[in-house]
């Protein structure tokens, strides 16, 4: 069975350099899906689980490269050697990383370069998103006064579904919400439904903070709702490594899933999407002192 994907319908392909193969079988032991041993040599069944689905495990194992995988959008060029060891980060290394990033959303006068952006995408794109290959997509608007356009029309787009928020709407909602949720909306959601035209009025952009930089992370319908997340967090982490603020920014996907066809059309995004989230990002003004420790609302082991 074919795992579809929206960029493609097929198996990848797999092939075995049988007079390097000795037989170790690691790649046997990391493929889940479509390999197995007969006569003493690796075989290839696409009819087994899915099929080869590209995720290239078999050949990344692999110690005498000797297995091969193209398709599903793989080529060869794609197979990279890794780092060597004392080039990756250390525990260490990373928490300082993790312990200095800050939600800013104050910035300084200054374009992030497209070499810093690029960065950003490639370090985002290592992230897991899913089936290979992945259904995340990335809008970016870069530039202070397109950021500012795409918030204001944004705000525009919230004033007209102003109304399933009215007095009568949130007691109507209440009979499908739970109590946690009928609370947010009511004490969190309405309130911005006001402010942000109000802010909009004087020129000022409470949604995306007239940052340099944004980033909208979303899906295509094959993928799950949180694939989008996960490169989002990576770019926010790389942005700080790279001397950047950033903020997540959590309003805009769910009131474009539906409607805001203007919108959504206006930016290239589809009507039909997985909403993600968007990340703002810039040179921020100020420098902070200290950290500050988070924790979990419960951790439980079994």
């Known amino acids: 069975m074919i795992l579809k994907t929206s960029r493609t319908a097929e198996y990848a392909e797999i092939t075995v350099d049988y007079e390097k ?28 689980m899915f099929g080869c689905i590209g995720c290239g495990q078999c050949e990344a194992v692999c110690p005498l490269e000797c297995i091969f995988v193209n398709g599903r959008t793989l080529s060869q060029d794609d197979f990279i050697p890794l780092p060597a060891k004392e080039q990756r980060a250390n525990m260490e290394q990373l928490y300082s990383l993790l312990l200095s990033r800050r939600s800013t959303r104050e910035f300084k006068n200054r374009e992030v370069e497209q070499e810093v952006i690029d960065e950003i995408l490639k370090a ?9 290959p992945s259904d995340v997509c990335v809008l970016v608007v870069k530039g202070k006064d397109k950021v500012r356009e795409f918030a204001f029309d944004f705000v525009d787009t919230l004033q007209k579904m102003k109304w399933m928020f009215s007095s009568f709407m949130l007691k ?3 009979l499908f919400m739970s109590k946690e949720e009928h609370e947010m909306m009511k004490n969190f959601i309405v309130p911005l439904m ?14 995306l903070y007239d ?4 980033m909208y992370f979303y899906g295509t319908l094959y993928a799950d ?5 996960i490169p989002a967090t990576y770019a926010m982490i790389t942005a700080q490594s790279l ?13 474009i899933k539906k409607g805001a066809n203007k919108f959504k059309e ?3 995004i589809p009507q039909k999407h997985v909403p993600g989230v968007a990340v703002i990002f810039g040179y921020p003004v100020y420098k902070y002192k200290k950290a500050i420790k988070r924790t979990f609302a419960n951790v439980k082991y079994y």
Do not use: H
């Not at 193969?21 to 087994?48: A, T």
């Not at 709702?225 to 997340?229: A, N, S």
């Not at 603020?245 to 009131?255: A, E, K, S």
């Open 21 to 48: 193969c000795n037989m170790c079988k690691l790649c046997l032991k990391v493929c889940k899906s479509s390999l197995y041993e007969e006569n003493g040599k690796i075989l290839v069944d696409q009819s087994k």
């Open 225 to 229: 709702p949180v694939d989008p997340v």
């Open 266 to 268: 206006k930016y290239g």
């Open 194 to 207: 006001d402010f942000f035209p109000e802010k909009k009025e004087i020129g000022e952009d409470w949604v």
């Open 124 to 132: 985002a794109s290592t992230a897991p998103m899913g089936i290979p």
């Open 172 to 174: 109507l909602w209440r």
């Open 211 to 214: 940052a340099p930089l944004v």
């Open 243 to 255: 001397g950047l603020g950033t903020c997540m920014i959590g309003t805009i996907g769910p009131f």
